[in-house]
Nanobody, 127 residues
Framework: QVQLVQSGGGLVQAGGSLRLSCTASGRYWKIITMAWYRQAPGKQRELVASINRIVGMTRYADSARGRFTISKDNAKNTVDLQMSSLKVEDTATYYC????????????????????WGTGNPVTVSS
């Protein structure tokens, strides 16, 4: 099958930028769609952005459009998420996911993106 290794994430101040990267291995040729999801504490997992591996068509959540950019590199089997103008409400665990031609969804282990108010002290919202 396909395996995903994610990198990036961490603490960033509001207004800053961060880049997430995900590398696929294994039967990567079966991948149709690559996407980034996020899950904030107490909330459901939501789609941030997706890209079709073949034709490159992209889709963004309203909250991400204009600030985030999803991109892929088929030669390296990677999908990146460039996040700019980050807001405190972007704080969440971000997951890379791919859907294969078998209609199977595969997920990375996730990485925390923690956007602070700017003082360097992270604020984690929980319910």
């Amino acid at each position: 099958q396909v395996q995903l290794v994610q990198s990036g994430g961490g603490l960033v101040q509001a207004g800053g930028s961060l880049r997430l990267s995900c590398t696929a291995s294994g039967r990567y040729w079966k991948i149709i769609t690559m996407a980034w999801y996020r899950q904030a504490p107490g909330k459901q997992r939501e789609l941030v952005a997706s890209i079709n591996r073949i034709v490159g068509m992209t889709r963004y959540a309203d909250s991400a459009r204009g600030r985030f950019t999803i991109s892929k590199d088929n030669a390296k089997n990677t999908v990146d998420l460039q996040m700019s103008s980050l807001k405190v409400e972007d704080t969440a665990t971000y997951y890379c996911s791919v859907r294969t031609s078998d209609n199977v969804d595969i997920w990375s282990t996730g990485a925390l993106v923690n956007v602070s108010w700017g003082t360097g002290n992270p604020v984690t919202v929980s319910s």
